[in-house]
Every structure is written in structure tokens, then in C-alpha cells.
């Protein structure tokens, strides 16, 4: 069972308190809460997009499975597209090596590798390898996380939704199926997503936690139920926490389009999202729109006036 200790960092890392994880004093070294901590904060320099305060931070030499793995990870997220694939295959050997016997780490540092590089090989793009790595059938409840996440982002809710179903019949009622129901819910608009909604609104009034991760989700929520000015609250307070979030500015843009700024200050928000983060799904997306426009102009022959 695990210390309070590391069942607080374990709960601030699924609800993306990221930046409080990353200023953590690790345990002595000694202390069985050690590996399992630093797995979590490196972790969290990932998630910050900051894989090389990761890499710094994992020690040298280790042959812990989990820790290579999140080490493979960090030099994946760190490397250049064209690098990148070595950093797969180191993935790819740990996935095999945690089948046998003769692996330094126990069932948790194993469970983890399938996490780290299902996360890896989803990102790639190769999502029958992630899906396969993770294991549909897994009773890992962060596993079962990522395969929902998959699961949504190829627009198959009703498979998502059976792996939550699925994960109820064993899983504890466990924070991270809870949030797992929300993202669900939050995809789906499931009961107007007052759920989802309720569920994020009760984190948030957790004095222990600050999670800008979890204001953004809100703010979401809060414009798909047409709670603009609400939204804008919250997207801007978690813009203050964390001011290069590509999804928070580009939920603000949405927000402010739908009338919570003025035109002016939305066209200022949308500059900047198209400038800092060029290559994010909105702004490739409106790109491509207003080329089909333009495309769509130059075929449209302006009748003559009528004399």
C-alpha cells in the first residue's frame, strides 16, 4: 500500500498539477517512496513539454525497467521527427524484456513500461501498437486511461465507453476513473455535462491543489454549456499559470469568438495562437478553411450588372 506521501503526488499527477510536482524535494534514496516519486516528477517534465529536466533528473545506470522507459520517453518527445525512431525501438525492447523473468522492477515498474511506450506509440501515430502494448483486457487503470484516450481521438466513444464499463467491474472508486468518466463525458456531452462539469468543479475546490490543467478542462466544459463569460474566467486564470498552453489560448480564442471579448482583442488572441503554436489542430484547421474560401472565390464568376 502507499505512503500518504506518495498517494498525494500520485493524485496530483492525474489531475496535471504538473509544475507543484516538478518543485517536489524527493525522498532519500533509500526510502521506497524514491522510485516511484521520481518516476512521477519526470513525468511531469514531460507533460510540461520539458524532457530534458527529465533526463537530468533520472539517474544514470539505472536498469529499473520504468525508469529506462521514461528515459526512452523524455529522448522521444526531446528528439527531432526524424530521430525519434530509436527512441520507439528502445520502447519496443522494454516492452518485450518486462515478459520475462530476469527484469529489475516489480509488477508496477512493468505496468508502467506499457503506459510509457503506449503513450510513445500513440503519439507517433501507431495506434494498433499502442492499443496492443497497453492491452484492451489490462486491469492497469492508467492504461485503460490512455487506451480511452486513444479511443477518442479516432472518434470511437462507444469503445471508450466500454473500457470504463469494463474497468467498473474491478477498478476501486479510484480518482482516476472518475476522471476517466469525465473525459468520456466531456467528448460525449453526456447529461448536458453536468457530470463532467460537476466532477472538475470539485477538484478545483481542493485547497491542496493547483491545476491549470484542470481549469482548462472546465472552461471547455463551460463553453460547450454556454457558460461564455464563465469559461473566460477560468481559461484566463489558468493562462496565468500556465502562459504557453497551446489548448488553454486556443480554448480563450474560442471563448472570446463566441462573444466573451471584443473583436479586436479576439483577433489579438488569434494572432498570437497562430504565431506561438502554428502547428496546432485550430490553426491548421482554419488555414485549410480559408484556403477552400479562397479556392471557392476564384471560381465564382461575378455576373455583369444588368444594364
Known amino acids: 500500500m502507499d505512503s500518504s506521501e506518495l498517494y498525494h503526488v500520485k493524485q496530483q499527477f492525474i489531475l496535471g498539477a504538473f509544475k507543484t510536482l516538478v518543485n517536489l524535494t524527493l525522498p532519500d534514496p533509500n526510502s521506497s517512496d524514491y522510485t516511484p516519486t521520481l518516476l512521477y516528477q519526470a513525468r511531469a517534465h514531460i507533460a510540461l513539454n520539458d524532457p530534458q529536466s527529465a533526463l537530468q533528473l533520472i539517474p544514470t545506470g539505472s536498469e529499473n525497467v520504468a525508469v529506462k522507459a521514461v528515459a526512452s520517453l523524455a529522448r522521444y518527445i526531446a528528439a527531432s521527427e526524424t530521430d525519434q525512431e530509436s527512441s520507439l525501438e528502445e520502447l519496443r525492447d ?30 507517433a501515430g501507431e495506434v494498433e501498437e499502442a492499443l496492443e502494448t497497453l492491452g484492451v483486457d489490462t486491469e492497469d487503470l492508467e492504461a485503460v486511461a490512455i487506451i480511452v484516450q486513444i479511443y477518442l481521438s479516432i472518434n470511437r466513444p462507444d469503445l ?20 476517466i468518466e469525465s ?37 471547455v466544459t463551460r463553453i460547450l454549456r454556454n457558460e461564455i463569460s464563465e469559461a473566460k474566467s477560468d481559461l484566463e486564470e489558468s493562462l496565468e499559470q ?20 471584443k473583436k479586436v482583442d479576439t483577433d489579438e488572441l488569434w494572432a498570437r495562437l497562430a504565431t506561438e503554436h502554428p502547428t496546432h489542430p485550430l490553426v491548421i484547421d482554419m488555414a485549410s478553411k480559408a484556403e477552400l474560401f479562397d479556392e471557392c472565390v476564384g471560381k465564382f464568376a461575378v455576373p455583369p450588372l444588368a444594364g
Do not use: C, M
Open 242 to 261: 500556465q502562459t504557453a498552453d497551446a489548448e488553454t489560448l486556443a480554448a480563450l480564442v474560442v471563448a472570446a469568438g463566441l462573444g466573451a471579448l
Open 94 to 123: 522494454l516492452a518485450v524484456e518486462i515478459e520475462g523473468d530476469d527484469v529489475e522492477g516489480d509488477d508496477r515498474d512493468r505496468a508502467l513500461v506499457r503506459v510509457l511506450a503506449g503513450t510513445a506509440f500513440a503519439r
Open 160 to 179: 471508450a465507453k466500454k473500457q470504463f464499463e469494463r474497468s467498473k467491474r474491478w477498478a476501486e472508486d479510484d480518482l482516476l476513473l472518475q476522471l
Open 183 to 219: 473525459t468520456i463525458g466531456l467528448v460525449t456531452g453526456k447529461d448536458a455535462y453536468a457530470n463532467t462539469s460537476s466532477f472538475y468543479t470539485e477538484q478545483l475546490g481542493n485547497p491542496s491543489l493547483t491545476s491549470p490543467h484542470v481549469l482548462t478542462a472546465r472552461g
